[in-house]
């Protein structure tokens, strides 16, 4: 059956998302894998800022790799890749562009984590900040090459085998996103940090080389029909989506020194999180494209409510919910959003069973498991949500959420998320949980400047007064 790219049936979307989705969640429990066995190299305990880019890094899936998806499948599923001269015209912008972009970001990532982690001691190290700069740049680029690589093969195979790019395009974006990104940040940092203490030279070779081509890319990427709107319109939300992702960033590296686990289950929260409203925000632009004939700006009559409540947003298709603006049958997001609410707790739930089997060797309590939901569950709801309101706001405003939409979305569950795991492994303690207990001892103890000592005294204090 050809997919209609916006009107698919619930058990489609449950066919074409649940696989990949639960393929996106490997690819996270792998990336949290290594977050945990990396975490304690030479150049991640000496160098503590590198634990906070990890979230805007890992967010370059969202910022660019899952933009460059939602705009390919539009336009896949628009027909516009079906000319074979502007399918090549299109893809190569769009790979020309990720690189600029990745560039940028990942160089200013790395400026927001030198400056939450130097601000609050007054205190600066030059050679350790080319290391990050370089390391940050460096996995940005091949990253965002190789994804975006990827992301264009499947949406055009996609579109042969007539199945709905939106649903299939953004889960693998986000399944191999971060095991890719945290195995090059890992693996870069640590020849960098080999190259520092032997006096090298690699990071200051690294960051001129890719000064001198970004001109070259933004020349390239100018002058493409197909993505020049982008270069100069779409800086704003993957900047501010990288800041907002720099923030979960300052919360992971809190509750990494104080929570033994944290580094398994991030990944895998924030990541599956962004990886099913990234679906959604992609779904809603599609129909908001052959609803209006791409006339950004104009909502469809019958669907022009900006911002529905979150019972309309989740049942307003259904009679039940006419008291609060639904039952009209025109809420074409309700059903979806339910259909994935419903998919992350058969994913989470086996994406935390293999976590504790693989690095423990047990299953999990009750209630690590309940409270663990709790969050998941909140994190998506909260981004469903947000996406109805987002997509269409940007649409009335003339912006194309393809482009803008799901990198705020994405960035903001990494902070949503990533809070509501250290909220949830509070409780957990406060509880007397032992889930995590038999994980080794973890955290920079030889750190002595770390920027969470403040906080993490708090957090002790609070427990103990709450036992």
């Known amino acids: ?244 992702a720099s923030g979960g960033g300052f919360v992971l590296e809190m509750a990494v020194e104080h929570f033994k686990g944290v580094t398994l289950f991030a990944p895998v929260m924030n990541g599956s999180g962004g990886d099913l409203v990234g679906i959604q925000a992609s779904r809603m632009t599609t129909y908001l494209n052959k609803a209006t004939n791409s006339l950004i700006g104009t909502l469809p009559e019958d669907d022009d409510n900006i911002c529905p409540t979150p019972c309309s947003a989740f049942f307003g298709d259904l009679p039940l919910c006419s008291k609060c603006g639904g039952g009209g049958g025109k809420q074409p997001h309700g059903m979806p959003a339910r259909v994935l609410l419903s998919l992350l707790f058969p994913g989470h739930i086996l994406f935390v069973f293999i976590i504790f089997f693989v690095k423990i060797g047990y299953s999990p309590s009750f209630l690590f498991m309940f409270f663990y939901l709790i969050a998941a569950f909140l994190q998506v709801a909260v981004l469903l949500y947000l996406a109805q309101f987002l997509v269409y706001w940007m649409w009335k405003r003339g912006t194309d959420p393809d482009n803008a939409a799901i990198p705020y979305l994405t960035a903001i569950g990494d902070l949503v998320g990533t809070s509501l795991l250290a909220l949830a492994f509070i409780i957990l303690e406060v509880m007397g949980d032992q889930s995590l207990a038999d994980l080794p001892a973890h955290g920079h103890p030889a750190v002595g400047h770390n920027i969470t000592e403040a906080l993490n005294a708090t957090i002790s204090h609070l427990t103990t007064e709450l036992h």
């Not at 970001?105 to 700069?133: D, R, T």
């Open 1 to 244: 059956m050809k997919s209609s790219g916006g009107n698919d049936a619930w058990w489609q979307i449950v066919l074409q998302v649940f696989p990949t989705y639960l393929m996106a969640g490997c690819g996270m429990v792998g990336a949290g894998l290594i977050l945990e066995m990396v975490q304690n190299w030479p150049a991640f305990v000496n160098v503590p800022e590198i634990i906070i880019v990890i979230p805007p890094l890992l967010g370059l899936k969202g910022n660019l790799e899952m933009t460059l998806a939602a705009r390919m499948s539009t336009a896949s599923n628009l027909g516009h890749l079906d000319d074979k001269r502007v399918a090549a015209s299109t893809i190569i912008g769009n790979l020309i562009l990720v690189q600029c972009q990745g560039i940028v970001v990942g160089f200013l990532a790395s400026l927001c984590g030198l400056a939450m982690g130097w601000l609050p001691i007054a205190k600066a190290n030059y050679e350790q900040a080319l290391l990050l700069c370089a390391s940050a740049i460096v996995t940005a680029s091949l990253a965002s090459f190789v994804l975006a690589l990827i992301m264009v093969i499947v949406i055009v195979g996609a579109r042969k085998f007539n199945c709905n790019p939106d649903n299939i395009a953004t889960p693998i974006a986000a399944s191999l996103g971060d095991i890719t990104t945290l195995g090059l940040l890992a693996w870069i940092s640590d020849i960098l940090y080999t190259d520092y203490n032997t006096g090298g030279y690699k990071a200051q070779i690294i960051i001129g080389g890719y000064f001198l081509v970004l001109p070259l890319f933004l020349a390239l990427a100018y002058n493409n029909e197909h993505v020049s709107e982008v270069l100069r319109v779409g800086w704003t939300p993957v900047l501010m989506a990288m800041l907002i």
